[in-house]
């Protein structure tokens, strides 16, 4: 039994020995600086990046969201399937340890051969106990069976990862949807006002035309200017409903439920977001690390499959004891050692196979940890560029706009004094309402662009070391 012990604990430290999984290395050189320079001075972007923007209720739905996301919760279901199956996958690295207890009843019902062995002259029926006690284990000599523990642990950190993922996500679109919607209400108001600004010219077109001053044209292009406005009142009220409905999506609950807002669109605030260097980003996505893990995994997973490939060694050892009489059961003890060596001699390639999809398993990984890389520089591009092009564009808008509503008052008050002809006055009427508009637009797509930084940047998140 002694030798048996001490050959059991040299396979165990021949376990122990066999090197960890090693962070893969995705053969990409991060360009040192993003293509689009931010302003912003270098700092660490806030896990809770959305109270940046200042909104208590935009806080609320972002717990609410957290609680009650079913994509959430599918997501962390999934990492408790990965630790229950790195259990399972970990549970060869130490010897199995079974029990039994056996009891049986044997009698010969004719003849004079094959007599039980406790049995009399008369035949009658021969008891017989036993218990025992068996530890069984195979010795890891190639490293296979700590290397299915090792991608069974590495598919944790990337379910873990996927999940932060799915939760980053969840919280983007939370932020989007919710700009949207404030702004479809912005949108909305802007809409009324000019319906009520297009309304009261068609009194005064209306009073001019009774007048004899205005044509029954000039009439008839005001009311069709009403009746445009008034036809686009429905179709903000739709986008405003649908928008609703999907922010409801999000939070796991029907619409009817979701609380009215009443912020104004003008009181969120875009905050400065610091991109750092390209090289940072690598730590500071979950996909990314996700990829990264599910790479190290499928690098094991090698490893597993050409362990199968060579002989392995499994050592038994059995103590039991028996007797016909139950409480004589623990008075015959008796022990049994045993070792088998088993090799794969032919199998019709399977586990040649087996080793070659590993091996094409982890180059496809390689390729989508490289894509998963490079998407998210792209990812920062963008969103630095859409930052520095909308604050351009929004310089000049705020000019477009305050010269739209100049004219509008200056046409309005020359058609009033009949100074001007009211195709001038349509005319300014349809700009102010497109600038209003736009300004509307494109502050929407500002706080949009700084979501999507905080997502691209992966919403200061930061990788764990792989490294063990």
């Known amino acids: ?11 165990l430290l021949l376990a122990a020995c066999s090197s960890p999984a090693q962070r893969p290395e995705s053969g990409l050189q991060p360009p040192p600086a993003w293509d689009t320079a931010s302003k912003a001075q270098a700092q660490h972007v806030n896990q809770q ?39 399972v996958a970990g549970a060869p690295l130490l010897p199995a340890l079974t029990g039994g207890l ?57 379910s873990e990862f996927e999940r932060a993922t799915v939760e980053l996500t969840l919280l983007s679109g939370v932020a989007t949807t919710y700009t949207q919607l404030l702004a479809l209400h912005e949108q909305q108001r802007i809409a009324e006002l000019n319906l009520a600004n297009a309304q009261s010219v068609l009194k005064l077109v209306q009073t001019r035309h009774d007048a004899g001053s205005a044509t029954q044209l000039e009439l008839a292009q005001q009311k069709s200017l009403v009746a445009a406005q008034q036809r686009q009142l429905p179709e ?3 986008r405003t409903e649908a928008t609703r409905i999907s922010l409801a999506a999000l939070l796991g609950q029907p619409v009817q439920t979701l609380p009215f807002t009443d912020q104004s669109f003008d009181q969120l605030r875009w905050p400065s977001i610091a991109a750092g260097v390209p090289s940072d980003l690598l730590s500071r996505r979950p996909d990314i690390a996700s990829a990264e ?8 997973d090698i490893i597993v499959a050409r362990a199968a490939m060579l002989p392995t060694v499994t050592l038994t050892a059995n ?106 006055v349509l005319e300014t009427q349809r700009t102010l309402y497109a600038a209003q508009d736009l300004n509307v637009q494109l502050r929407q797509a500002r706080l949009e662009a700084s979501v999507a930084l905080y997502k691209a940047l992966g919403g200061g998140w930061q990788a764990p070391d792989l490294q063990r």
């Open 1 to 11: 039994m002694k030798a048996h012990l001490t050959l059991v604990a040299a396979s």
């Open 49 to 87: 990046w959305w109270t940046a923007f200042a909104s208590p209720q935009l806080d609320q739905l972002i717990e609410q969201a957290r609680a009650g996301s079913y994509d959430l919760a599918s997501a962390m279901a999934r990492v408790r399937q990965a630790q229950a199956s790195a259990v």
């Open 102 to 158: 056996n009891a049986s009843r044997q009698k010969q019902l004719r003849g004079t051969g094959n007599n039980p062995p406790q049995s009399n002259s008369n035949k009658d029926a021969g008891d017989y106990f036993s218990t025992n006690l068996t530890a069984t284990y195979e010795i890891d000599f190639w490293g296979g069976k700590r290397a299915a523990r090792d991608s069974a642990e590495l598919a944790v950190r990337a």
């Open 236 to 238: 903000v009220r739709q």
């Open 293 to 300: 893990a599910q790479l190290a995994a499928a690098q094991a």
């Open 319 to 424: 103590l039991g004891s028996g007797a016909n009489r139950t409480a004589d059961m623990l008075r015959n003890p008796f022990y049994n050692l045993a070792g088998g060596l088993v090799a794969p001699i032919f199998n019709n390639g399977r586990l040649g196979a087996e080793r070659d999809r590993a091996t094409a398993r982890q180059d496809e990984l390689l390729h989508t940890y490289r894509g998963a890389i490079i998407n998210g520089f792209a990812d920062v591009e963008k969103a630095l560029n859409s930052i520095r092009q909308l604050d351009e564009q929004r310089q000049w808008q705020r000019e477009e706009l305050s010269q739209a509503q100049t004219a509008f008052r200056i046409a309005q008050s020359r058609y009033e004094a009949g100074a001007e002809d009211l195709l001038t």
